[in-house]
């Protein structure tokens, strides 16, 4: 059975950086692509970033320049590293994962696998 616990969120001031972990189990991270959302309040969930086997990477334009998507393949984790972060980058940021395929996906309907969230606060 495949479980993402996301870890490292917080509150930070404007200007500040968090680095969000994703640890997985059940399956070999290596393998599929992992992807980070995020849902803010009453707004739909969406998409930040994705990596791939290869260590390929694809970005939302809003975080672009910001946000940096790595992965640790001996340690089974996908991190996510937020600077210069904004009072916009506000809300639930959540880990997952592909369930087959190999193109990075901004759809949350192509993952499959999800973590119950961290939470990022971001002050003015």
């Known amino acids: 059975q495949v479980h993402l616990a996301e870890s490292g969120g917080g509150l930070v001031q404007a200007g500040g950086s968090l680095r969000l972990s994703c640890a997985a189990s059940?399956?070999?991270?290596?393998?599929?692509?992992m992807g980070w959302f995020r849902q803010a309040p009453g707004k739909e969930r969406e998409f930040v970033a994705a990596?791939?086997?290869?260590?390929?990477?694809y970005y939302a334009d809003s975080i672009k320049g910001r946000f940096t998507v790595s992965s640790s393949n001996d340690k089974n984790r996908v991190y996510l590293q937020m600077n210069s972060l904004k009072p916009e980058d506000t809300a639930v940021y959540y880990c997952?994962?592909?369930?087959?395929?190999?193109?990075?996906?901004?759809?949350?309907?192509?993952?499959?696998?999800w973590g119950q969230g961290t939470r990022v606060t971001v002050s003015s």
């Open positions: 997952s994962s592909r369930g087959s395929g190999t193109q990075l996906r901004a759809d949350p309907k192509a993952y499959d696998y």
């Open positions: 059940g399956r070999t991270i290596s393998n599929y692509v």
């Open positions: 990596i791939n086997w290869s260590g390929t990477t």
